[in-house]
C-alpha cells in the first residue's frame, strides 16, 4: 500500500479519500471489481465504515474496444463545443447500461431522476453510438422553444460567422431559429446553415441557377419575372408570396420546381433551404430583392 519511496499507492489514497469524504457509494467500472475485496480489508483494518460498491459495465467504441480518444471527443466540454446540449448527452449516457422501460429513449431529467436504480444497470458492456448520441441531440433541439432554440444557437454564430456578418440580431434570429429546428442536428451547425441570412450575397456557381429542363435564356426570364413580382409586393407574408410566384411560374410554363428552384438558388445561394416562401418572408423584402438583382447581374456577366 505504500511505494519504496514512501508514497502511497492508489489503493491506499482511495480508500482514505472515501472515508474522509464521507462516501456513501462508491459506482465505477467493472474493471476494477478485482481490487474491492482489497479495497474493503484496507477499511476494516483502518477502522473504516465501507461505502456501497456498484460496479458498471464498460463502455465501449463501436468496434467493441474500450473507448478513447481515437473513438472521438472525451472530455464534457468538447461535447459541449460541438454543439450538444446538456440535457441530450444526458439522456445518452444514462441509456448506456440503463432503461426506463423496453421502448423510451427520450425522456426529461427529471423523469431519471425519479426513476434511476442500480437493479436496472445492465451488466454487458455499452456501445458509445455516436449517431444514437446525434439522433438524441436532434430530438432535444427540435423540444426548444424558438427563442430557446435562437438563445442556444447564438454562441456558435458569434464564433464561427464571418466578422462581417456580425453582430447577430436576436429578435431576427428568434424568426430564423424555427425554419431550422428539423434539420439541424448539433448546435456548430448554425453558422453554416444560416449563414445566407447574414451574409449580403452568399457565393454560389451561377450555373447552379440553371435547373433540369431549363436553359440560360428561361433561366434569366424567371430571374427577371421573379424581381418584378418580389419588387412590387407591399405584404411579404409567404402565402402571398406563394400564390402571387406560383401563377407567374405557370405563365412562364415552369414547373414549380424549376420556377422555384431557380428563386431558391438565387435568394439563398443554396439548392437546399428551408420552406421557401417561410425565408424569403424572414429574409425580408430589401435581402431578397438585392440578393435576385444580384443573380441577375451575375448570370448574365457569365452568360
Given at each position: 500500500i505504500m511505494k519504496s519511496d514512501g508514497f502511497p499507492t492508489y489503493h491506499l489514497a482511495v480508500v482514505a479519500d472515501d472515508h474522509l469524504m464521507e462516501i456513501s457509494h462508491v459506482m465505477r467500472a467493472e474493471e476494477w471489481l478485482p481490487s474491492t475485496p482489497r479495497h474493503l480489508q484496507l477499511f476494516e483494518a483502518l477502522g473504516f465504515e465501507p461505502p456501497q460498491f456498484a460496479h458498471l459495465p464498460m463502455i465501449m467504441g463501436p468496434d467493441r474496444a474500450k473507448l478513447s480518444k481515437r473513438h472521438g471527443a472525451t472530455a464534457i466540454g468538447e461535447y459541449k463545443d460541438d454543439g450538444y446540449l446538456p440535457e441530450a448527452l444526458l439522456n445518452f449516457m444514462v441509456l448506456l447500461g440503463w432503461s426506463l422501460d423496453d421502448k423510451t429513449e427520450i425522456m426529461s431529467t427529471q423523469t431519471i431522476i425519479d426513476n434511476f436504480t442500480l437493479d436496472r444497470v445492465t451488466k454487458s458492456a455499452a456501445i458509445f453510438d455516436q449517431e444514437k448520441l446525434l439522433w438524441v441531440n436532434g430530438m432535444y433541439i427540435r423540444e426548444l422553444k424558438p427563442e430557446q432554440l435562437a438563445g442556444r444557437m447564438m454562441p456558435f454564430l458569434e464564433r464561427d460567422l464571418p466578422k462581417e456578418a456580425l453582430p447577430v440580431d436576436s429578435g431576427y434570429l428568434s424568426r430564423i431559429a424555427p425554419l431550422l429546428q428539423e434539420r439541424i442536428k448539433?448546435?456548430?451547425?448554425?453558422?453554416?446553415?444560416?449563414?445566407?441570412?447574414?451574409?449580403?450575397?452568399?457565393?454560389?456557381?451561377?450555373?447552379?441557377?440553371?435547373?433540369?429542363?431549363?436553359?440560360?435564356?428561361?433561366?434569366?426570364?424567371?430571374?427577371?419575372?421573379?424581381?418584378?413580382?418580389?419588387?412590387?409586393?407591399?405584404?411579404?407574408?409567404?402565402?402571398?408570396?406563394?400564390?402571387?410566384?406560383?401563377?407567374?411560374?405557370?405563365?412562364?410554363?415552369?414547373?414549380?420546381?424549376?420556377?422555384?428552384?431557380?428563386?431558391?438558388?438565387?435568394?439563398?445561394?443554396?439548392?437546399?433551404?428551408?420552406?421557401?416562401?417561410?425565408?424569403?418572408?424572414?429574409?425580408?423584402?430589401?435581402?431578397?430583392?438585392?440578393?435576385?438583382?444580384?443573380?441577375?447581374?451575375?448570370?448574365?456577366?457569365?452568360?
Open positions: 448539433r448546435l456548430d451547425d448554425s453558422a453554416d446553415i444560416t449563414s445566407y441570412f447574414f451574409q449580403a450575397n452568399e457565393e454560389f456557381d451561377t450555373e447552379t441557377l440553371v435547373q433540369k429542363g431549363m436553359d440560360r435564356d428561361t433561366t434569366l426570364s424567371a430571374l427577371k419575372a421573379a424581381l418584378a413580382d418580389l419588387s412590387g409586393m407591399d405584404d411579404f407574408e409567404h402565402g402571398k408570396l406563394e400564390e402571387l410566384l406560383t401563377v407567374t411560374g405557370e405563365k412562364l410554363s415552369l414547373s414549380r420546381r424549376q420556377f422555384f428552384g431557380v428563386l431558391r438558388v438565387a435568394a439563398t445561394g443554396r439548392a437546399v433551404s428551408p420552406p421557401l416562401f417561410e425565408t424569403l418572408e424572414v429574409l425580408g423584402k430589401d435581402r431578397t430583392v438585392s440578393r435576385v438583382k444580384n443573380a441577375i447581374q451575375r448570370f448574365s456577366a457569365a452568360g
